[in-house]
């Protein structure tokens, strides 16, 4: 016996499931008094350049934020978290959840013209898992071990293991086949704006899709993403009209922007933490990890450099993905307790306080605002602390891949996959750049990767994050707010709670 | 002659020195352009045929072999981080190509205000006997040399852009689309370039002309009963203008290698720019090609001011 999954089905389990809120809090749509038109261009403005334009190979969050708009799965992602079908109109599973059944949907076009076709969906998919070279491009499809046609409307994914979890990576963009190897390979997808051209250091501009298959999508002719690297030229962008819309705003920028646009403010997908080197000398001490986080007045660090608008938590998972989230803010307060720091200090051996290097990549003003405020708060505790400010690949290197420093003040931006966040901290992970190295935590993701549902994982991952709090893996902080500036003729803006730029809904206000 | 070869032999030995440090440099500072490409998400094997695809599975003496090679037939190599499309990346010689018009027009621009204004002001202000005037040059060229380009930059765009509405932020449009549009954008960044440099050149100009005025020939000059006018501008100015002239040498050489803050403000698709974000990614094709063209650039400015002294000043040539 099949279960079918028709994605009205899915919908409703995934809303249960991810529960992502998506637009938690404001939206621009509350202009209903006014009309939408169709037309018109929007200039976005975006902080780096984008590294590369195949949407299998693109890394960077903020190429991916963009691809949004060109490229699309067999499934894609709505403004509340779910998933819907896009290049699919259906899929089943099969029972021992090894086999995904993707039946696509008629008449979908790609921007050449031509309809997707299983050719096409069986080549991008064996692209993305590695089946034509061996070189896997999204490592969760790397479990896929055959992608057969059934018929002209039918494909058939077959993993290796269960993974419950891995219809996510059926997002995974839908190219023409072939297309990947070609000389000259313009980047073709189904998405709602088709590819015009781009200019390095200058940005990326994508005009309507006629043909798209969502009717009465997109609005917009043509979108401008244009790359300001300064956050003070940004300013006076938008302040001179020149960008309309703005998605990095920092706390100052939105406070002196706000009389003159919208601004928009939701929760984002950036886990930021005091990540410590497990495996340091000092820091493999537990009693030394949670004298630090006991150290940190997480509220007091929100207040400062975010405004207040954070999400303060305590372990690795984001608040917005309710039905796997658990607070555990009680672990360790979030005011700060410098006298349980001390005696926990002097417990561990060290009654006359530590030293403590905190690497914080220096590009990032969020970060290194933020390590001022902690090293100030730990002085308090007796633990003296010196902020290492490297440039980011500096930090790649050191930090992350070769894990030679002692702590370090960085966020982790996650996706939709609910396991996303805790999986790096498997011992044995490639993911695990603090060393985190306990037998409770491996013996429990063990039992994850036996689970075969999404609410038997979820259950797990609670228990998960409980140990990654108690054995304070890192000192887990907050997720800050994500704000957005809009100008007042724009409307229909939505946030996603993954990091994209949906430009589709976008409308000009009559 | 001679002169001309001993000129071109020391540029090609110090482009060929800065190439190999240039090198050098970027093997030791820490940063794997692998990583800075696929990010901490990438599977091994990814990595591993990247590496390969870049040519960085090789040892370094080989590598630069043969990228100096290709400089020398005239390829400059692909871009490590800019893609053309899906599939090709960009090639070093494009990528530059569309950038250093930007930046050159710029230079250019802001030389011309540097010139029109500095040497007036200079002159005006050696041959002052008024005390206001004097201190206010002297406020006002401290002044505009004192602040930060990057700040400077921002203030004339808030005042030109934002207050005056002269023209608007942000709204650069390439020379290739519409000339008139791009002169007319361009103005205020070389502007934001110039102030300082007017400042710098004025007050240089200012002193150096005060040492030639002191001079015995300017004595000799007034007794003979020439007017104050005609020492200054028949006399003086071409003895002060020697070492102006070395300096705009300088500053043209500075503004030209890129002027990489107010690129930033301006929101200007400069080498500037590319140069800083080349550094960052670890994109060594690009950062070489761009280090030797500053090289290029410097040594070449100093050849003219060197053809311009010989012109200013007989005695330079007879020796």
Known sequence: MKKLLTFFVTLSIAAALCGCAGGTGASSEDKTSKEATYGGSVVVGIQQDIDGLDPHKVTAAGTKEILFNIFEGLVKCDSNGDLIGAVAEKYELSDDGLTYTFTLRPGVKFHNGNEVTAEDVKYSIERAAGLLDGTPLVSPLSIVTAVDIVDEKTVRVTA????????????????????????????????????????????????????YWQKGLPYLDQVDFKIITSAETALVELKAGTVQVYPYLTDAMATEIESQMQVLVSPSVNVQALFFNNADELLSNVKVRQAICYALNREEVSEFVAGGDATIISSAMLPTLESYYVDLNDTYGTTGNVDKAKELLAEAGYPDGIDLTITVPSNYEFHMDTAEVVVEQLKAAGINAKIDAVDWNTWLEDVYTNRNYQSTICAITSDMTPGYLLNRFVSDSKKNFINFNSADFDAVYGNVLEAKSLGERGILYKELQKILADEAGSAFIQVPANKVAVSNELGGYKFYPVYVQDMSTVYYVK | MAYIIKKTATLIITLFLVSVLAFLAFQIIPGDVVTSILGTEATPEREEALREELGLDKPPVQRYIKWAGGVLRGDLGVSYRYSKNMNEMMPVSEL????????????????????????????????????????????????????????????????????????????????????????????????????????????????????????????????????????????????????????????????????????????????????????????????????????????????????????????????
Not at chain 1, 175 to 197: L, M, Y
Not at chain 2, 135 to 141: D, I, Q, R, Y
Not at chain 2, 269 to 283: A, V, Y
């Open chain 1, 160 to 211: 290796g293991s269960v993974n419950p979890e891995l219809i996510y990576s059926f997002t995974t963009a839908i190219i023409p086949n072939g297309s990947g190897e070609d000389e000259n390979a313009d980047p073709i997808g189904t998405g709602p704006f088709r590819f015009v051209s781009y200019t390095p250091q200058e940005g990326i501009v994508i005009e309507k899709n006629e043909d």
């Open chain 2, 96 to 319: 530059i190509g569309d950038k250093l018009p930007v930046t050159l027009l710029l230079a250019l621009f802001a030389m011309i205000l540097t010139i029109l204004f500095a040497i007036p002001i200079g002159v005006l202000w050696a041959g002052t006997k008024n005390k206001f005037l004097d201190g206010a040059l002297n406020v006002l060229t401290q002044t505009s040399m004192a602040i930060p380009a990057f700040f400077l930059g921002i203030l004339v765009t808030y005042l030109f852009g934002i207050v005056l509405k002269m023209f608007t932020p942000g709204s650069y449009v390439s020379y290739k689309k519409d000339v008139g549009a791009f002169v007319s954008y361009m103005i205020f960044p070389a502007i934001a370039i110039a102030i300082p440099k007017i400042g710098m050149t004025a007050r240089f100009l200012r002193n150096s002309t005060l040492t030639e005025l002191r001079s015995d020939y300017v004595r000799t000059a007034k007794s003979k009963g020439c007017e104050d006018k005609t020492i200054l501008f028949k006399h003086v100015l071409r003895n002060a203008m020697l070492p102006v002239v070395t300096f705009i040498g300088m500053i043209i050489a500075e503004t030209v290698a890129g002027s990489i803050v107010v690129e930033q403000v301006f929101s200007l698709p400069g080498i500037g720019r590319l140069l800083i974000s080349s550094i960052s990614t670890r994109d060594f094709p690009v950062v070489e090609i761009l280090i030797m063209y500053i090289t290029m650039v410097v040594i070449v400015v100093y050849f003219i001011v060197d053809i311009i002294y010989r012109e200013l000043d007989p005695r330079i040539r007879v020796e």
